[in-house]
């Protein structure tokens, strides 16, 4: 019965229709964001480039909450080796009730572990082109507010959606799924050229908006000779 339940969430899920947390609304507008910034660290002598897409919408109390589908980007290099290396992030942000933490954690797992054996490629159309990019990996994980996150944050740059959720009230959580991918240069170039890009990430699909293309853009040409 347990992995039944999960199986159900998952569809759910997958379908975006996990619209949860009182006090919730359906009526909830939608705000699309994409930010690009550069990172640098003195002490690891590396900079990054960060094309950083956010949906999410607003409650009743002015709180965020990250949902939705979105393209991102990064490029990184070695001060040392001198080398660019340049990912793309899909993510599926979900929203889910705050009362079910361990649901959410299971959930989590379910839908990581379920897309990374089902899900080896995302296929992307860049001007109607059909384009498979196989998935280096999926993670997922839950976001919820600072007194249930599992260890404080620590890293250098928090994850966006820690920052954004950490500060907010228990009645909701994110459940972020994330598939990583590192497309070769000529592939890359093909994607920041193109006019349309569409995607589909084993089942949930999108369109990349105009500045998610352009922060695209701005990753594959930064730090170019």
Known sequence: MRAHRILVALAVAFGLAACAGAPSSRDEA???SVEVYELTSAFFQTATLRSQSLRWQTD???????VGITLNAWAHQS????????????RHDLLYPGDALDDAYELADAMRNDMARQCGNVQ?????????LPV???SAQVFTDRT???APVTDVQPDPLESI???NPPYRLVVSTRFHVQPDDDIFARLVSAQALRYDLCGPAAAAT???????RQVYQWRRQ
């Open 79 to 90: 001060m040392v080796e001198d080398n660019v290396d340049r990912w793309l992030q899909f």
């Open 165 to 167: 959720v950490e500060d």
């Open 148 to 150: 249930r996150m599992p």
């Open 136 to 138: 280096d990996y999926v």
């Open 60 to 66: 009743a109390g002015g709180f965020r909450w990250p």
């Open 30 to 32: 939608v705000t699309h």
């Open 124 to 132: 992307m159309w860049a001007d109607g082109e059909a384009i498979a």
């Open 210 to 216: 105009p500045d998610e293309l352009d922060g695209l």
